[in-house]
């Protein structure tokens, strides 16, 4: 799974997964759900990502795997 914030657009794309997405379902007014073509979830896209979620903290609790950061 990755987050990845895009700045210039206000934007906050989640990969849930390396699939590639095939449909997309506008949920809420600009929440995207992205799923693969065997419908299942693949990302999460939110526009004007700063007026929806706090995007100066990520806590990461109880993951089974690594966690790895990028800049």
């Known amino acids: 799974m990755r987050l990845n914030y895009f700045p210039e657009t206000d934007s906050l ?3 849930l997964s390396d ?3 095939a ?3 506008e949920i809420s007014e600009g929440i995207v759900l992205d799923y693969d073509a ?3 979830l ?9 007026q929806k979620v706090d995007l100066n903290r990520l806590t990461v609790s109880r993951m089974p795997g ?4 990028a800049a």
């Open 23 to 25: 449909t997309s379902n």
């Open 66 to 69: 690594p966690v790895e950061t």
């Open 19 to 21: 699939r590639v997405s």
């Open 42 to 50: 693949v990302g999460i896209d939110i526009d004007n990502a700063s």
């Open 38 to 40: 065997n419908g299942e």
């Open 13 to 15: 794309y989640i990969d």
